[in-house]
């Protein structure tokens, strides 16, 4: 019904009835929460396995402010590569600034600190990042930069997987930085629960291993991609991703057996696979 014919008919029944305080809409709250939690096949940080090729359960809260500020955290277990001892956990915790530009984008920037509760020492590290998105047409578009200044975390300590193997850090103490780019899309199919989705990215960064064995881009410089699509069921989004890398097992041969799925030294954590999810957003 039309707030019109609902105010007619209240000013109709004033003669009859007491007189009532006029409702008010209630003013949006200056913070709002959201988050999700979700069921994944395998947890891909930019196309490299971060749980063995094993299942991840993952979630994460965000506070957003009405200016713009926004804060909060994100989660997921890990197993084989990135897994530093502990509680074998990712957490990042991350805060940044959303503004509206042009005619219906928005810039993201912020920080994000990558922590492994626990782990080992020279674990942890932090990276800025920024995002541009929009939409043309049907289709939203999202061009996406994260650089991490030069740290321990992401050293060219070991040159070789087999001196992380053997322990003897070629580079003990060496300090590198990481850059990736990145560019996703979305359509959704029109009258039904169905969205599709791509996404490539580009590393550049330590080409060896840092001091716990791992590297953010294993083979210095690689490319990253998916295709996809949800569909939402009842509340809940469904997912199925086809995730891949261009790093061959001959350009990743140096870096086993750590780059291995139960690190026995055959295969790679970065082939081509399908990941199935299941999640809730709120």
Do not use: C
């Amino acid at each position: 019904m039309r707030f019109s014919t609902l105010l007619a008919g209240a000013l109709a029944l004033t003669a009859a009835t007491p007189a009532f305080a006029q409702d008010e809409t209630e003013p949006a709250p200056p913070v709002t929460v959201s988050g999700s939690v979700g069921l994944f096949t395998d947890y891909r940080f930019r196309g490299v396995s971060q749980t063995d090729k094993e299942i991840a359960v993952q979630g994460g809260v965000t506070l957003n402010h009405e200016s713009g500020l926004y804060g909060g955290f994100w989660g997921s277990n890990l197993a084989g590569w990135g897994t530093f001892g502990g509680s074998n956990t990712e957490l990042d915790l991350f805060a940044g600034y959303k503004l509206p530009v042009g005619g219906g984008g928005t810039l993201d920037a912020g920080l994000v600190w990558y922590m492994y509760p626990g782990g080992a020492d020279t674990t942890d590290f932090a990276e800025l990042y920024a995002k541009l998105s929009g939409t043309v047409g049907p289709v939203s578009l999202t061009a996406g930069v994260a650089y991490a200044p030069s740290q321990r975390a992401l050293g060219n300590v070991f040159f070789t997987g087999a001196a992380s193997a053997a322990g003897l850090p070629d580079d003990p103490g060496d300090k590198e930085d990481n850059f990736y780019v990145s560019g996703d899309a979305a359509v959704g199919i029109p009258n039904t629960p169905v969205t599709l989705k791509a996404h490539i990215g580009a590393s550049d960064g330590n080409p060896g291993l840092g001091p716990n064995g791992t590297s953010v881009a294993p083979t210095g410089s690689y490319v990253d991609w998916s295709l996809g699509a949800d569909v939402v069921v009842a509340g809940l989004t469904l997912g199925i991703a086809y995730v891949d890398t261009d790093i061959s097992n001959g350009e990743s041969l140096y870096l086993q057996p750590n780059f291995s799925e139960g690190n026995d030294g055959v295969g790679s954590i970065a082939d081509a696979t399908l990941v199935f999810s299941i999640s809730k957003s709120f």
